[in-house]
């Protein structure tokens, strides 16, 4: 059975940072893609960044240049370090990954509809 089990959220004052890790059951963090994804009370989930094999990043144009995603695979653990963090990055943040294989460019493409296995989130609130 797979677990996505993300901590580090919680509550911060603008521009301050926090780092969210996502542990992996069942589940390895070896596998093709992994990312992580944000939903806002009364908004859509969207995808915040994702990871392909090693090393290949995509961002959110509004998380580019102060979030960073990366994988440690002897921990089977996938992390976000979110700094400069803005108000308006408040939400649930998700740990997501794709079951099976996918094409890179789906991947860092952060289409909701590619992850099938989901964390249960962890909240990140940023006051102004």
């Known amino acids: 059975q797979v677990q996505l089990v993300e901590s580090g959220g919680g509550s911060v004052q603008a521009g301050g940072s926090l780092r969210l890790s996502c542990e992996a059951a069942?589940?390895?963090?070896?596998?093709?893609?992994m990312g992580w994804f944000r939903q806002a009370p009364g908004k859509e989930r969207e995808g915040v960044a994702t990871?392909?094999?090693?090393?290949?990043?995509s961002y959110a144009d509004s998380v580019k240049g102060r979030f960073t995603i990366s994988k440690d695979n002897s921990k089977n653990t996938l992390y976000l370090e979110m700094n400069s963090l803005k108000p308006e990055d408040t939400a649930m943040y998700y740990c997501?990954?794709?079951?099976?294989?996918?094409?890179?460019?789906?991947?860092?493409?952060?289409?909701?509809?590619?992850?099938?296995?989901w964390g249960q989130g962890t909240q990140v609130t940023v006051s102004s």
């Open positions: 997501a990954g794709v079951r099976g294989y996918v094409l890179r460019s789906k991947c860092l493409s952060r289409t909701v509809a590619d992850f099938g296995y």
């Open positions: 069942g589940y390895t963090a070896t596998s093709y893609c």
């Open positions: 990871i392909y094999g090693g090393s290949t990043t």
